[in-house]
């Protein structure tokens, strides 16, 4: 999609900025309007105008260079490339284009040829960017490459007697360790297999049977199977599971049309025993007993067995028999089953659970009335019915229902909707004259709400019949917000549910990332209006672009989040539901939308396509030049300092100084170094021998800084990224925000700090989310890798503004070695700023993994009254970070659920 309402103001916007910087009429050239276009962030301006002088001017690199930035940026990334080949094509040794060569061939999927790319850059001038590039997709394996013939041969014949009826075609990224051990050495660690049946379109219903054994017995790998039926392979349409104590069963239909199977082990890096692959037939009673077997309560299992009836009994074609796979593909109830357990045990309500419900509507103080806005066009018959009907079955009744027809072709959707208007008064639909698209329809909707908040559901998705009273019960406790957003999860066309969103509170920098309102988002409708309600042009988008234009007239105290799912967003091919990726057009408008906002507010930022297509990452849109004083507390240590110095440097910083505090070296080469750093003005040594005390060392390097800005680094960091200050001073300029920290990895190039949690870990202050996982990898809903507020940051690389830093006394001297940076954050959130990490300001540190926590001795004993001290002065704060959801477990860092979650829904109090 593209942005309409931005397009046609383009025009205006270029003409100004032309104006602007002194250009008459006749100077107005292809050129210097894709200049304008991209100084506003248009891309798809800058590309028109850009490519126009390319077609009059093709030997011109500079601006074929910038034609390729803007097509990438716009989302054209087939068109980007061919941008930058014919950049090469002028100029074949230019290292930064062959860096965005392989930026855009990653973008598009090929590893293997952004891996060829960013060495050509690195061998080129030893471009820092593609080493560190080309190193990670090396590293994690993302290339994807099969062993050599020999070792692949020897993996298939230890296999081979494993297996039944199954044959492995290939294997990738799989490394043989002993006789009985495979090395998953990626999270792309894959076979293609071949099931044996005779080739028999007749074979009515067969078994494969996968049995992993993580070397970790504690370890549950998360695999994924997908089944080719002569369309490929497709990652939206694949069983993903977690592997259990006993073997994954997947019942398929049909398996003579069968071409392949792709068997993706585990989605990170892992070591498991040989696996036992198995391939059977099955009778109609066998697949009839064994689904009956793991019918859980939410699993429609009389539709399923329908299904299989008609597999095995009537000639089914091989598009149908995929259709019918997909919907039989959810394994034994022991696998996958950790979330239907969970919304057994603590969120379906019982009977009785219905009667407190009601009489807590009764006695609500503010009984809100909410109007649902329904855009609908050609929806499926059976999934508007399950729509309207879970809207309907609302034990909340003071509501309304307003569609908007956005004239639909099919004549069914009309039938429907008069059917539930003729039935029930509080449906009130219309149908539009035209096909005017979601925007449209929407606001045609919204004409029709008298409610006192709006709330957005999509034509086929579903909520649950607590949904508004839980709403309700939430304005009641919260009576002045103005958004009140839900947990979200998924459901198939079985009315399966999986992948629960489990929500911080409002994080307005995550949501530059991605949309963490929708769904279930509900808005007072006075301001819905006052902002001018949907804007055309932002289709695919036009949610996000109504929050941030809704919470511009808004407050942060006023976006309430609640933390159940009340909405289950439908998995269907196509939808965003499914991948992000699904409606590039989507992350197009998402990106204009994010945009306009900074452009309004006037942040120092702009908005650009992420890591993973459908994402949105954040860079600076200014140049600022503050001093920055970083200081580094070191002793001895030389190999690890001088490569810190050194990465620091590499990154050809301007307007720093540079602060070392020497906490008692004695190693003579080590003196040497600081000795010399110090003659050559490059650091200043400040030397205090005085027992360790982190707090109190970094406060005297404090004293001596001229920085407006602070940074504090460990000494065994290493820098990575060439433009981490450039963000630094951008965030750092925005008033609200108070720390900055950065993402660190592990020297094998796995997460090791990215935010902290509070109360996590072992004496329940602060611990670390998502770590150990790959460097590449997304990490929940992607937020090990998006820009996000925190409760705190890890003082290895911290920055600060000086006079935030004195105004709250610094670090803390009584915490001498731990938990002193969760308590400086603590104190500059209690002045009213926000503390974010930034996850392109990246680092590699150096402590060790295996460290562990001091457990023995007098270390311990410290870490002891240090973490006691913490829980006293923190005690409320700690037991509840509002950046990370009540549902998710606090025992361990990988975001798994809570048992029980720590905020019940409201009648279980």
């Known amino acids: 999609m593209t942005d309409v309402g931005l397009r046609l103001r383009a025009p205006y916007f270029i003409s100004l900025a032309a104006r602007t910087i002194g250009l008459g009429r006749h100077r107005r050239t292809p050129r210097r309007l894709g200049d304008a276009a991209r100084a506003i962030g248009d891309w798809a301006e800058a590309a028109k105008q850009y490519g126009q002088h390319v077609a009059r001017s093709p030997d011109d690199v500079a601006i074929v260079v910038q034609w390729g930035h803007a097509l ?30 392989g930026h855009v061939r990653k973008l598009l999927g090929d590893r293997p040829g952004a891996l060829n790319d960013y060495r050509r850059s690195a061998a080129l001038d030893g471009n820092r960017h593609a080493l560190i590039e080309a190193d990670l997709l090396q590293d994690t394996g993302d290339g994807a490459e099969r062993p050599a013939p020999a070792e692949r041969a020897a993996i298939i014949t230890a296999l081979s007697p494993r297996t039944s009826n199954v044959e492995i075609l290939d294997i990738t990224d799989l490394r043989l360790a002993g006789q009985d051990r495979l090395d998953l050495i990626s999270r792309s660690a894959q076979m293609l297999l071949d099931l044996k049946h005779n080739n028999d379109p007749e074979f009515e219903l067969g078994v494969l049977t996968l049995d992993t054994q993580p070397l970790d017995v504690a370890y549950r790998p998360r695999g994924e199977v997908q089944i080719d039926y002569g369309a490929g392979f497709d990652d939206n349409l694949a069983l993903v599971y977690t592997a259990g104590r006993e073997p994954t069963r997947i019942l398929v239909a049909r398996p003579g049309h069968i071409v392949g199977v792709r068997w993706i082990l585990d989605r990170k890096p892992n070591a498991m025993r040989l696996p036992l692959i198995g391939f059977a037939p099955i009778t109609l009673t066998e697949a009839e007993e064994m689904l009956r077997a793991r019918g859980p309560d939410d699993l429609d299992i ?32 022991h696998v996958g089953s950790d979330y239907r357990s969970w919304i057994s045990t603590y969120e379906r309500p019982q009977a009785t659970d219905y009667v407190t419900i009601a009489r807590m509507t009764e006695t609500m103080a503010w009984r809100p009335r909410f109007s649902f806005v329904l855009p609908v066009y050609n929806t499926p018959a059976a999934l508007l019915c399950a729509c309207l009907d879970s809207l309907l079955a ?33 449906v009130k639909s219309m149908r539009c004259a035209t096909n005017g698209h979601i925007s449209a329809a929407s606001n045609s909707a919204l004409t029709l709400a008298t409610g006192d908040f709006v709330v957005l559901v999509d034509h086929d998705d579903l909520i649950p019949d607590y949904a508004l009273f839980v709403v309700a019960f939430y304005i009641n406790q919260h009576p ?6 839900s947990d979200e999860d998924k459901v198939d066309l079985r009315t399966m549910r999986s992948a629960p969103y489990f929500k911080g509170r409002w994080n307005r920098f995550l949501m530059y990332g991605h949309n963490m309102i929708s769904h279930l988002g509900v808005y007072r409708r006075a301001l819905i209006e006052s902002v001018g309600g949907f804007r055309i042009g932002f289709e ?34 196509g ?50 030049n503050t001093l920055i004083s970083i200081v580094i507390p070191t002793r001895d240590g030389l190999d690890i300092l001088k490569i810190c110095i050194d990465s620091i440097l590499a990154t050809s910083p301007i307007n720093i100084e540079i602060i070392i505090i020497d906490n008692g070296s004695e190693e003579r080469s080590t003196l040497n170094y600081l000795a010399k750093l110090e003659s050559a003005g490059t650091a200043r040594i400040i030397r205090d021998d005085k027992p360790f005390n982190f707090s109190r060392i970094n406060n005297l390097a404090v004293e001596y800084a001229r920085g407006e800005i602070l940074g504090f680094i460990n000494n065994d960091t290493e820098v990575l990224a060439r433009d981490w200050l450039d963000r630094v001073r951008a965030l750092l300029s925005m008033k609200d925000v108070g720390i900055v920290g950065a993402r660190l990895l592990y020297p094998d190039r796995t997460l090791q700090h990215f935010g902290l949690v509070l109360g996590m870990g072992h004496h329940r202050v602060a611990g670390t989310p998502h770590n150990g996982i790959g460097g590449e990898d997304p990490g929940y809903f992607a937020k090990a890798r998006l820009l996000q507020e925190f409760s705190a940051v890890t003082a290895a690389c911290l ?10 006394g610094g670090f803390d001297p009584e915490l001498e070695i731990a938990y002193n940076d969760v308590d400086l954050c603590l104190k500059i959130r209690e002045l009213g700023f926000k503390v974010i990490a930034d996850p392109e300001i990246l680092l590699i540190h150096k402590e060790s993994k295996t460290r ?11 870490l002891e009254a240090e973490a006691a001290l913490m829980r006293t002065r923190w005690a409320t704060i700690l037991d509840d970070d509002p950046y990370y959801s009540p549902n998710l477990t606090l025992a361990q860092s990988d975001f798994t659920m809570a048992t029980p979650p720590r905020t019940p829904l409201p009648w279980q109090n």
């Not at 940026?73 to 094509?89: E, I, M, T």
């Not at 002045?480 to 957003?485: G, Q, R």
């Not at 672009?545 to 289950?568: G, M, N, V, W």
Request: charged share 25%; aromatic share 8%.
């Open 72 to 101: 990438k940026h716009s989302g054209r990334l087939v068109d980007a490339l061919a941008a930058y080949r014919q950049g090469l094509s002028l100029t074949p040794d230019d290292a930064d284009l062959w860096l965005s060569m």
């Open 575 to 624: 939808s965003t539901s499914v991948s992000p990726d699904q409606k590039s057009y989507a992350a197009v408008a998402a990106q204009r939308a994010i945009n306009a906002h900074f452009e309004r507010t006037g942040l120092p930022l702009r908005s650009v396509p992420s890591f993973i297509d459908g994402l949105s990452g954040v860079v600076p849109a200014v140049s600022l």
């Open 852 to 862: 562990g926590s001091d457990e023995n001795g007098a270390r311990a004993k410290r």
């Open 394 to 426: 609302q034990t909340y009744t003071d509501f309304e229902i307003c569609i908007a027809d956005d004239h639909s072709s099919d004549p069914q959707v009309a039938t429907i909707l008069a059917d539930y208007a003729s039935r029930d008064i509080r």
């Open 480 to 485: 002045n917000a103005d958004v009140l957003f």
């Open 540 to 573: 695919g988008s036009q949610d996000y672009d109504l929050f941030l234009r809704c919470y511009e007239s808004s407050a942060d105290d006023r976006i309430i989040h609640i933390p159940h799912i009340l909405y289950h967003w439908r998995m269907i091919p």
């Open 302 to 333: 009389d539709r399923l067995v329908a299904l299989v009836q008609r597999c095995a009994r009537v000639e089914i074609t091989a598009e149908e028999a995929a259709e019918a796979t997909l919907s039989l593909m959810a394994p034994d109830p």
């Open 799 to 808: 920055f600060i503004r000086k006079t935030e830093f004195l105004e709250v």
